[in-house]
């Protein structure tokens, strides 16, 4: 059988297709789990054109944003929800955000996401940074936080269906920071998922399209709200080092794990941490709730990715109960820091940078368990060593 | 009977109606005097993809923007045009708007409203504004000109008629100034008037959707050019108090209230005033023509709106003769200054501050002459107090 | 018989015809030459929404994009393309531009046209302008480069044939570099070419709406790209003198009419001149390819576009290997730098200011030698004057 495949978003091939639906049975017939996947349009206030595409593998629910950098919204299965309540309700079209307004910090007018990348040409913390321009110009800019890719539209959207069996659903992206004089970094995407998966995976690779070498940053925001996280929550991941990332994040340091309820006025604590990794270098973190009943992990490779931020904003439920776990090739600090620390890599001219994680959702104790033995098994006998101090970049 | 509502824009629903319309026909058939609302697409240039809904109550038309905060374009009763021209001509669509562009001054390039909002996170003079966070962190950004309100599109706009006499048509809208770490402000507004009314109403209340305090200010920005402005035109109301802006506005401080024709390259004077009121604190504040034929008049209380702003910008006509009346919970220096005249009120988690104002146009000396009265008597035997120099706020 | 013409976007009729097409056979019969005009809507990425309005004159294409100031994307000649390869491939919506991003140069996220106009109240390199505004302050703020021009939406684009022989197409927009307390600048400009003709032209009007003087610039960015550009291909015009803009420029000075091919990491030379015209004022300058098999021309007056900056930048092929041509009424420094240098005109209140250049195609080595001897005939017996430094603007 030819192997199922439509373009939905191209620029090449000037092309929207609008609501748009598909289903097992005309795209894989002989998948024994029921799938669909449906593009719809948004309405109404700062989310006017936004097109969503939802793939329903049977289990789960995996919501897409292709005019938000191909970020996740969601990921839902029965009644466990993985991502989380933010203040910003609509999905807000790349139209209505300055990322340069409040100071640098617009793009929180549009952060609701489960999962949005952050970069991909810096990422960190606003502020300016004075670095070699393409054309040999030093030149210093203030660069807005978290970059810009997650309010990009996306171009050379698809969707792809594996003609056999597990049938993996493929939908696939690209998205592209560049400009005359500066970067020319491209985003390809696929988000994928089998039917009957309580998981989804995130396959990304970064190309310098330009002929000059060119930094790059990357991180995965990837943030839980309830259910999973609450009063005993835990954030589990086999740990050499943790660093607070200010005096704030350095208060909370020894629990740097465990997660309270919601406070209001709650003020934000980030840790940047190392992780251990099998011999092959995969790695897996998780967040499970206060029963042990439920959990995600994040399994990637710390060749790929291999600084982990953990965020934790546990403020009232009305200002966004949350946390994000981070897999990233930098920290979040200013990219004029995280060049000095020597955590931001740089592309030559054609070169590509690939990175996978897979996201699994668990129910139930054992299964919970079994994950979190995992875990402990690459962690081994060497316990975490915890900093008391943020790292000195000054 | 049923009362008539019908969603036309809502981002809970996932709507946006398209071009619509309703009459008394269908809507209030016991209406004695016919009316019709309709929804309708803007194109071309930067008004491509504006909706506006134009309420024709059988006498007034009154035509509202959603995408452009729920502003009031304009209000018509036969030849009598209550707004202004602006050499802005488009309806201009915010994604065209860059408030933070010309030093702040970017809201200018979509001026053209009968009564915009200014506000509400923050609504006076471009400039540094220091402020504590929500999250306790001390931090200074660049404030834009009149703020965000005005160039953010309404969510949650419907129609709804009242079912019995006298048949009130009330448009709805919601309009959100929130971002994650920031102020979570929701402005909820009702546009309404009566069958064969030569006037209508806005109804607003402001929401702290959040758990912290937060600060907020608005006017109402009620701009006023030809017929009703022109050489003798007046300003009346009961004021207690004027005080300039600045030294431009001390230099006519005597005649505050008087205007002159058109004269190419007039620069702006802006009083700031204190009303007397009613014993119920409700004011009025009028402004009639030469003749003393016509005017507007804007009622509302001096407890929910302490501030009146009066703008005189009297330049050429193809720079926009112009006055603006402009009651508020605050005057329009930069946050910062006001803050320290104190007059930058907060709102705890979940409070609301809610403001009234009725809009009645008066044709024929007799009703104009009656509007006088009534403000003269607010006014009584006190004079206002002049004061010859701008407030000391440095 | 009745002029043909049609509306196609227009605010004033609050009209966008969406896709459209037009053919001799129904506006000029009588044409020998078959045509026809279509206008498309692009989706996709950041090009969604974007209309382009195609002119094939039976011999060239032309295509123009009204949603970004007018411009001219590509004009091609069966396998000759007048344009070049810009490593931004979409055809940008302004509402994806931010042009205070990046320091100043967020017009590049957007720059890939053949023809598109810099202006078009400041058109030269970002950084602070102290100026006098229109209300009598001095105020400064930070100029963006390039201007807003091409950045912004067409209004009142029309299609006009003429009844008679040769029945000359046009193409007729409206842009508006507007807002209130600011300038009031609206450009004309018809795009026009006859059937079978192998060229266009660009007939624009830049007029001051407002009532006060309006400082204005304007330089046509004009860049090309293979098959033109080339090792060995040359930049012909009758020069005066040549200044380079700076340092890297003078480098080059020996040789600015010269071209290299692609090198790697080629860091930017532009050049700014002034060209002898004939008796009329007429001048013309142009490319051609190393063989001297094809060129392009430029054909305009010098009262109306006095100054001609000559930008090199034949870097890598996928960073936009490009030379461009760009007659104005001023070089591209930055304002404050060409207000001292006396090249900032002004238009008072209802002035307007013409401007026409003739673009032409021109293949076959006689064509090309023909095209050369005239150009070789206004320049004359005197050589050019070649400045070694830059001029002194500090």
Chains 1, 2, 3 share one sequence.
């Not at 955590?343 to 996201?359: A, C, N, Q, W, Y």
């Amino acid at each position: 059988m030819k192997p199922f495949g439509v373009p939905l978003i191209s620029v090449s091939r000037n092309l929207n297709v609008g609501d748009w639906e598909v289903t097992s049975r005309e795209a894989s017939p002989g998948s024994p789990v029921p799938w669909s996947v449906r593009k719809t349009r948004l309405h109404g206030g700062k989310q006017e054109g936004v097109d969503l595409i939802a793939i329903d593998n049977g289990r789960m629910q995996i919501t897409i944003i292709p005019a938000r950098g191909m970020g996740v919204l969601s990921a839902r299965s029965g009644d466990f929800k993985l991502g989380w309540d933010s203040p910003v309700r609509e999905v807000v079209h790349p139209s209505f955000i300055h990322l340069d307004s409040r100071g640098g910090l617009g793009w929180l007018e549009g952060f609701n996401e489960h999962i949005c990348r952050c970069g991909i040409e810096y990422n960190g913390h606003p502020g300016p940074d004075t670095f070699t321009d393409f054309s040999g110009r030093e030149t210093t800019v203030n660069l807005n936080l978290h970059g810009r890719i997650a309010n990009l539209p996306a171009q050379e959207v698809e969707i792809a269906v594996d003609p056999d069996p597990p049938y993996r659903i493929r939908i696939r992206g690209e998205v592209c920071e560049r400009t005359f004089y500066g970067p020319r970094l491209l985003l390809k995407t696929e988000i994928s998922t089998e039917p009957g998966q309580n998981g989804f995976r995130i396959s990304d690779s970064i190309t310098n399209m330009g002929s000059q070498p060119q930094e790059f940053e990357i991180f995965y925001h990837c943030n839980y709200g309830q259910p999973l996280l609450g009063e005993g929550a835990r954030f589990v991941a086999p740990v050499r080092r943790v660093t607070p990332l200010n005096a704030r994040a350095a208060e909370g340091i020894r629990e740097f794990d465990a997660y309270a309820g919601p406070v209001a006025g709650f003020q934000e604590q980030v840790y940047c941490m190392r992780l251990a990794a099998d011999a092959r270098g995969r790695t897996e973190a998780m967040l499970r709730d206060a029963a042990a009943d439920r959990a995600v992990s994040l399994a990637f490779s710390i060749q790929e990715l291999p600084c982990l931020t953990l965020w934790k904003d546990t403020g009232a439920p009305e200002d966004g109960y949350v946390t994000g776990i981070e897999p990233g090739v930098n920290f979040p600090h200013n990219r004029r820091l995280e060049r000095k620390a020597g955590r931001v890599p740089k592309l030559g001219g054609g070169e590509r940078h690939s990175m996978t994680i897979d996201f699994q959702a668990h129910e139930g104790r054992t299964e919970v368990r079994s994950l979190e033995d995992r875990i402990r098994a690459i962690q081994g006998s060497e316990p975490p060593v915890l900093d008391e101090r943020p790292e000195d970049l000054a």
